[in-house]
């Protein structure tokens, strides 16, 4: 049976040059990077040079790196390491109504320490308007926490513009571009961003490692206290092959960004013009242009992203609906809800992400097997034989 | 040149057959466990396999299993999980004055958040005096923190004795497990722990891996806000290959714990025997009997550790001064110094600590060359030489 995986905002295969830079990590220069002698020296050599391409990737410097072990570790430790840190000059915190859960909880964390949280709405792509933050802004505000893109409906946000209103009031931004690293570019300093998380899972670097951008010398109350890694900000032995991984996808993922985004523009226009041709009734959720290439999402009238998935599965198709960390746990997904989507029509969501090994094939092959498939489950769903026969 | 690593508490090198049980799942089962669909329900099983092989290793069931991203990680969770969790109960933490760095910093954390934090002190074994708990609990006393086996020194605390004690006063135990398991016996239900922290560094799983065992329901507030991973304990996509890795090595350690016992402890007992004949003005650190087998540290008068670890790199010897963590931070160990160590007697800390796979010609390389680095680096001592005048 053909399989066609659209499902690489989830996760994504370790990349094979990232794997063969890992190997020799394990069992070979397995020395801890903190000891004295020669050996943990050499490895903490190797760790900073995996820095300087994490750095490289996103225009920041190889110091202003923070290796974790993930992109919601990253997450929580700027949004905590920030709202510790300066706890005595404010307790307000702006997130947008959309973010990921582990910027959501991290911020909602502080709720029950006298913190304030602001969720910032969206339009009906997604879209935060910069005037609204302008006017959420308060004096006791500390922290502003927008992703760049959405992983659910693939809207990118003005971050150069929400960080630029930030700054103008001294307020610190961070936003987690665990969906845009790797599909965009990511400039830390033409964004402007005091903060940026990503993660190694969604560009070919293995589970269990994601990186923290911090501006120059920015105080972070570390999240993980204890020894001296990381600049005493992030403890724990390091994760060395998974940051060896980490940096060989970074090198990777930089230098071919720009042939990616075309080919995956490209890939992803013919799928969603084709589903929008051959199946009524199914709405393009996200913003139609700033959007993250690779990126489709639709909400299908009158049946179960779910029982979608599954039917998708039997045919050999991997998509997802709404966002992993959230699919098993939530029956309507909050952001579908905050752009304004019926909860009715939010349970039809279905999530395409593509990756750079994905071809015009696969894209065929989705919109041969996705109008059989809606067409079935709709065919067993009262809502829409009642709306046929009306 | 012959290489003798007897540097294990810091780092070991990834076992062959977990790092044959984790390849497959960094490019081939690379699915997000969190997926609704059969692939990722897949993964989320294997991760499931480990946590009974984890809990088969300590004695507790596998629902009281979280994966972590290291040792530190869990020490972290234990912590402030329970601290934050039950802060109302409560504001009095007591932890032993020979914590890891992890446990200390954890702890301390929470005296800006109006806690106390008391510092049990050690007998010149670093033994804790159960009775000196017992003194210490107060009505406010919400956790005892007192490590299984320290890793300077070697010493096993007698922790079913402490956590009697907090069961008879209502206090949850933890205990920082990450140096003796694997090496010596452990059981959550003999030793009565509500909470243990294990590494998967220490036993030949990969970095990046650890695990918290919490005893039945017990509620913590999570380290890392996010997602439904782990029971919403730990967000973040779970590292699977390390998950697998630590599996694996978990499941070996428990089937070689009492060949590997006697085998290192033999070891051990020739070295330290043969260390203390060769060498004068050597102080054996830590208990004498009640450690763990594979461990012996050493003060040895009028030289500096870290010139030791040097000499002794030159000729294929790799040992460690303290422990992995603070070696590059800390000029005098806070361990030495709990245990009445003079300052200066501090200084040339040594520490050797073996593996299973460390053979008798190992120990016989090291009673052939620390006697000459020493007694080299003791030539170059103007306190030695002032002593062997005097």
């Known amino acids: 049976m053909e399989r066609v995986y659209l499902d690489n905002a989830s996760a994504t295969p370790v990349r094979k040059e990232a794997l063969e830079a890992m190997l020799p990590y394990f069992s070979e220069h397995y020395e801890n990077p903190s000891t004295v002698y020669d050996m943990g020296s050499k490895i903490k050599s190797v760790i900073d040079e995996q820095r300087e391409k994490v750095a490289g990737l996103i225009g920041a410097r190889p110091g202003e790196i923070i290796f974790t072990s993930s992109g919601a570790e990253a997450n929580n430790l700027a949004i905590k390491g920030v709202a510790f840190a300066r706890q005595k000059k404010g307790n307000h915190i702006i997130i947008s109504s959309i973010e990921h859960h582990s910027v959501l909880n991290s911020a909602r964390f502080f709720e029950r320490m006298d913190f304030e949280v602001t969720f910032l709405p969206v339009d009906k792509y997604g879209l935060i308007d910069p005037e609204s933050l302008s006017q959420a802004i308060r004096p006791e505000t500390i922290l502003v926490s927008i992703m760049h893109a959405n992983n659910e409906i693939g809207t990118i946000e003005p971050i150069a513009a929400l960080s630029?209103?930030?700054?103008?009031?001294?307020?610190?931004?961070?936003?987690?571009?665990?969906?845009?690293?790797?599909?965009?570019?990511?400039?830390?300093?033409?964004?402007?961003?005091?903060?940026?998380?990503?993660?190694?899972?969604?560009?070919g670097a293995p589970k269990g490692v994601g990186a923290l951008y911090f501006r120059d010398n920015l105080r972070l109350m570390p999240v993980l206290h204890g020894g001296i890694q990381e600049n005493g900000r992030r403890a724990g032995t390091e994760n060395v092959p998974g940051i060896v991984g980490l940096g060989k996808a970074a090198e990777l993922a930089g230098q071919e960004l720009s042939v990616k985004q075309t080919h995956l523009k490209h890939l992803r226009?013919?799928?969603?013009?084709?589903?929008?041709?051959?199946?009524?009734?199914?709405?393009?959720?996200?913003?139609?242009?700033?959007?993250?290439?690779?990126?489709?999402?639709?909400?299908?009238?009158?049946?179960?992203?779910?029982?979608?998935i599954f039917m998708l599965t039997s045919v050999g198709i991997y998509a997802n609906t709404g966002s992993a960390c959230a699919s098993k746990a939530l029956k309507t997904s909050p952001v579908l809800i905050a752009i304004g989507t019926p909860p009715d029509l939010a349970q039809g969501s279905i999530v395409f992400t593509l990756e750079k090994s994905n071809q015009a094939k696969d894209v065929e092959y989705v919109l041969e097997k996705l109008p059989l498939a809606v067409e079935k489950l709709r065919q067993m769903s009262p809502i829409w034989r009642r709306k046929a026969t009306a």
């Not at 700054?167 to 665990?178: I, Y």
Request: proline share 5%; hydrophobic share 40%.
């Open 269 to 308: 226009d013919t799928l969603v013009a084709g589903i929008i041709e051959r199946i009524p009734q199914v709405i393009y959720t996200g913003h139609p242009e700033k959007r993250i290439p690779g990126h489709a999402s639709f909400c299908i009238e009158a049946l179960e992203g779910e029982a979608l």
């Open 164 to 203: 630029a209103i930030c700054k103008e009031n001294g307020v610190l931004f961070h936003t987690d571009a665990v969906a845009s690293v790797g599909n965009i570019p990511v400039d830390v300093n033409e964004s402007g961003v005091d903060l940026l998380s990503l993660s190694g899972v969604s560009i």
